[in-house]
């Protein structure tokens, strides 16, 4: 059986700030990688722009995946 779900009313402050500050970090990390395949050259990236625009969109992993695999360093 699974565990019940939290609601926010139910967490300590001190878990609110960790979910505000891991949904703020996941958002920037996204923000970033899409604006950075928004503007290099295609030629500088490993693999399809359509591909990377797709990995990116998984949490945490998906953007740190293309900043370390995805662009070619110049």
Do not use: H
Not at 54 to 64: D, S, W
């Amino acid at each position: 059986m699974w565990p019940s779900k939290s609601k926010w009313k139910d967490l300590t402050p001190t878990q609110r700030v960790a979910m505000v500050v891991g949904a703020v970090v996941q958002l920037t990390l996204l923000v970033l990688a899409q604006r950075d395949l928004s503007t290099r050259p295609t030629e500088q990236v490993r693999g399809p722009k359509g591909l990377w625009r797709m990995v990116t969109l998984i949490n945490f992993a998906g953007p740190l995946a293309y900043f370390c695999c995805g662009r070619r360093q110049e």
